[in-house]
């Protein structure tokens, strides 16, 4: 089964634009993280939270992750073609060993 | 500098002819993992190590066997491998596990069977 579900799956944005990728969990989360991955490279760490109501920024790309710890977002503002690029959400869970699921993925296409 | 190395980067292999993906790391991580992400979708756990104990996923194919001699490294054998089989591997390693524990990616090894 799928802990982690993305939405939208694939998005296609003009330059500038501001867009937002949300991350649903079936259960309660004990660490959330964002990766972006280019086509055919590995995962790089974007950002992690941990608590309830959290919310980071690096440059112009904001997560949050909500007080119930079910829910996470990932807000770009004023999109460049370098966003571009698969986003995956990752967690990992209380008693489920040393297990890491991820999300589907989200394909984010920035038009020039 | 990279921090978890995946080697090669591109290999191609023939059907049903054994090959083994290598991956180091210099973080002197305890839990290391190997992922199979096929095109298009995310990145499915095959199993890890925690130092020396090996973790196999329910439905990881006994094609798939893998080995950590040492604390650096850790390799992924397939020893029959199909055309399903083509992907992208990535390993992973983190300090300790499950919550709360980032973990750090290689670059991939991207397998293509023929």
């Known amino acids: 089964s799928q802990e982690l579900e993305q939405s939208p799956q694939s998005l296609i944005v003009q330059e500038g634009k501001n867009l937002t990728i949300n991350c649903t969990s079936s259960k309660t989360l004990y660490g959330l993280y964002w990766y972006k991955q280019k086509y055919g490279e590995g995962l790089i760490f974007l950002m992690m939270l941990q608590k309830g109501g959290e919310e980071k920024s690096h440059e112009k790309i904001t997560a949050k992750l909500d007080e119930k710890k079910q829910q996470s977002s990932l807000h770009i503002t004023a999109s460049q073609p370098s966003h571009a690029g698969i986003y995956l959400c990752g967690a990992a869970y209380l008693n489920t060993g040393n297990q890491f699921y991820f999300g589907t993925g989200t394909s984010l296409t920035v038009i020039p | 500098d990279a921090m978890v190395i995946q080697n090669p980067r591109y290999q191609v292999t023939q059907f049903g002819k054994p090959v083994t993906l290598s991956c180091s790391q210099t973080?002197?991580?305890?839990?290391m993992y190997w992922y199979q992400q096929k095109s298009s979708q995310a990145p499915k756990l095959l199993f890890h190590y925690y130092d020396k104990d090996f973790n196999n996923e329910a439905d990881t194919p006994d094609n798939f066997q893998s080995r950590r001699p040492n604390t650096s490294f850790c390799f992924l054998d397939i020893r029959s491998p199909g055309l399903g089989d083509t992907a992208m591997y990535l390993c992973?390693?983190?300090?300790?596990?499950?919550?709360?524990?980032?973990?750090?990616f290689g670059q991939g090894t991207r397998l293509t069977v023929v």
């Open positions: 973080l002197n991580h305890n839990v």
């Open positions: 992973a390693t983190s300090r300790d596990a499950g919550m709360n524990t980032e973990a750090f």
